[in-house]
Structure formats: C-alpha cells, structure tokens
C-alpha cells in the first residue's frame, strides 16, 4: 500500500488560511468515509484533528475542517495562529482492516 | 481519560528482535468499541500503520506481516508488539494507539525511540 500523497510543505500568515491535499485512489480515500487528520508538533505524539473526513473531536477549534471530493481529502485551517504550525498527517482506511497514513506537510506561520 | 504508555529497549542489534508493550489505564483493552495497535515515525519522516488487536485478533499491515505479532495480556491491561529480524530501517519512534470503529486513532501514547544498531 503506497503512502497517500501530501505537499511536503505550505504556509500562510497569521490570519490566513492554509490548506492541504491528501490523494489516495479509489481503494483508500475515494473508497471509504474513514479519512482522519492528525497534527504533531515537534517531539510529541500526533494528535486527533479530524476523523470520518469532516467530523471534529471536542476540544478541536472550529478553524480546522476536513472534505473529501473523489480521490483527494482536504484539511483546511482557517485563520491561522502561531500554533499551527506542525506537521499535519492525513490518514485513510484502506481495506482488510489497514490504514494508510499520507507523507505529512510541514506547515510554517509566515 | 485513557492514556497509553510504551516501554521496551531503546537500543536493539540487527537481526534480534523487538519487544515492546503499551500499558493502558482509564480503559480496559477488553473493550470491544476499540482496537489497540502500532504506529512507527523513522527518524525525520511519516507515519506508518503497523497493526492492531481487536478482542484476540490480530491485524498486520501486509509490508510487516512477516515479521510482527501483536499480543495482549488482559490481566495486566497491556499489548505488546514484536518484529523480528531487524534491520536499521527499523529505527524508529514506535507509537501505540486506540483506533476506534471508525477508523481513526483517537489516543496515542508518547512513543519511544527504538534505535537498530551494532
């Protein structure tokens, strides 16, 4: 199973917004509901940003949102904060129980 | 609020073989809403899905199957993981996980460093 292919890299000032791809095919992304974002910052264990393409955990700000259109899953983060900047991981369902985890972006606040 | 704890070597010599266990506490790993499993990040780079139990079975992504065995122990409300036959590749962060039924990995523990090397 190949890697789900992500931009190795994308920014944006604070107060913008930034968002990042996620393309799988048909037998990952396209197929399923079950895409989820995670962000990790330097040293630390990921965390849960979005599950089930555009559900968000509780405790999740309402500046991250996740879609998905055809073979390619988006996390958008709106109004940008110092904060976010991280790694930001997508992740899919791939069939036979398996998931699948994108390359990362490496997200830098202008 | 379930937290996750890996333990095991740091430092393990090619082609021995890993051990590494998650001690779970605030769940139960008999709980059947939930899986437990591996995650991997090498030094610099991505994450990885290793493999998951779920009430005794066992599920291995297919690039690792060969070499892994997911266990658990319910008395001690922990799992463990071995890969065998390991190569410097295997130098990693290893994460253990709870996925839930919809597939996504809602608590991760802090991970540990396991390095492979003479």
Known sequence: QSALTQPPSASGSPGQSVTISCTGSRTDVGGYAYVS?????????????????????????????????????????????????????????????????????????? | QVQLQESGPGLVKPSETLSLTCTVSGDSITNNNFEWGWVRQPPGMGLEWIGSIYVGTTYYTPSLKSRITISEDASKNQFSLRMNSLIARDTAVYFCVRRTSGDYLDSWGQGTLVTVSS
Request: aromatic share 10%; hydrophobic share 30%; charged share 20%.
């Open chain 1, 37 to 110: 974002w995670y962000q990790q910052h330097p040293g630390k264990a990921p965390k849960l940003l979005i599950y089930e393409v555009v559900k968000r955990p509780s405790g999740v700000p309402d500046r991250f949102s996740g879609s998905k259109s055809g073979n390619t899953a988006s996390l958008t983060v709106a109004g940008l904060q110092a904060e976010d900047e991280a790694d930001y991981y997508c992740c899919s369902y791939t069939g036979d129980n398996n998931l699948v985890f994108g390359g990362g972006t490496k997200v830098t606040v202008l």
